[in-house]
Nanobody, 123 residues
Framework: QVQLVESGGGLVQAGGSLKLSCAAS????????MGWFRQAPGKEREFVSVIRWSGSTYSAASVKGRFTISRDNAKNTVYLQMNSLKPEDTAVYYCALSTTTRVPVRPEEYEYWGQGTQVTVSS
């Protein structure tokens, strides 16, 4: 059984930064892709970034250049550094684990999910 626990969300002004963390347990963390998604009220869950077991990353166009995903396999933790935040970044942010060998960008490609952490960006 995999458990994912996010932390680091909060309230920040536009232009500010936050760093989200996601601690994983229950699997050999380093072998899998870890992704971040977000969901705003009334909207579908949206892909943000993914980091594969190899360390390669892929991010949505809306966050490219502002958000950076990284992982520390020794700590079984994946991070999302968010800079230059905008009000439209406001959402609940979820981390997820995928066992696929592809680059998973759809929610259905992920088998395990965290409970989410709220990020609110004020204008």
């Amino acid at each position: 059984q995999v458990q994912l626990v996010e932390s680091g969300g909060g309230l920040v002004q536009a232009g500010g930064s936050l760093k989200l963390s996601c601690a994983a347990s229950g699997r050999t963390f380093s072998m899998y892709a870890m992704g971040w998604f977000r969901q705003a009220p009334g909207k579908e869950r949206e892909f943000v970034s993914v980091i594969r077991w190899s360390g390669s990353t892929y991010s949505a166009a809306s966050v490219k250049g502002r958000f950076t995903i990284s992982r520390d396999n020794a700590k079984n933790t994946v991070y999302l550094q968010m800079n230059s935040l905008k009000p439209e970044d406001t959402a609940v942010y979820y981390c997820a684990l995928s066992t696929t060998t592809r680059v998973p960008v759809r929610p259905e490609e992920y088998e395990y999910w965290g409970q989410g952490t709220q990020v609110t960006v004020s204008s």
